[in-house]
């Protein structure tokens, strides 16, 4: 259930199903991996804690990967241009 309920929130936040399969997968590994550390009664609360965090790492780095290509692009549409002749 948690899965479904995960993917869900994933995809409600903009991420494709495939992304937000990711998500969920990562999510889950870490509240196995994590188990002993998370509060009894508490587990839903640390799993979209967890969930936004990851969404937000996602954002963060599809931003940062926006940014490079449209730098690249500046770059490659000054470079077909040619020299600037100084006026």
């Avoid at 969920?24 to 508490?42: C, I, N």
Wanted: hydrophobic share 45%; charged share 30%.
């Amino acid at each position: 259930e948690f899965t479904r309920r995960l993917r869900a929130y994933a995809v409600r936040k903009g991420l494709a199903a495939s992304e937000a399969e990711d998500l969920v997968q990562e999510v889950l590994l870490k509240g196995f991996l994590q188990r002993s550390s998370v509060q009894r009664g508490r587990l839903v609360a640390w799993l979209y804690t967890t969930a936004r965090r990851a969404l937000v790492d996602h954002h963060r780095k599809d931003a940062r990967r926006a940014r490079r290509v449209a730098g690249a692009a500046v770059v490659e549409a000054l470079a077909e241009e040619g020299p600037v002749e100084p006026s």
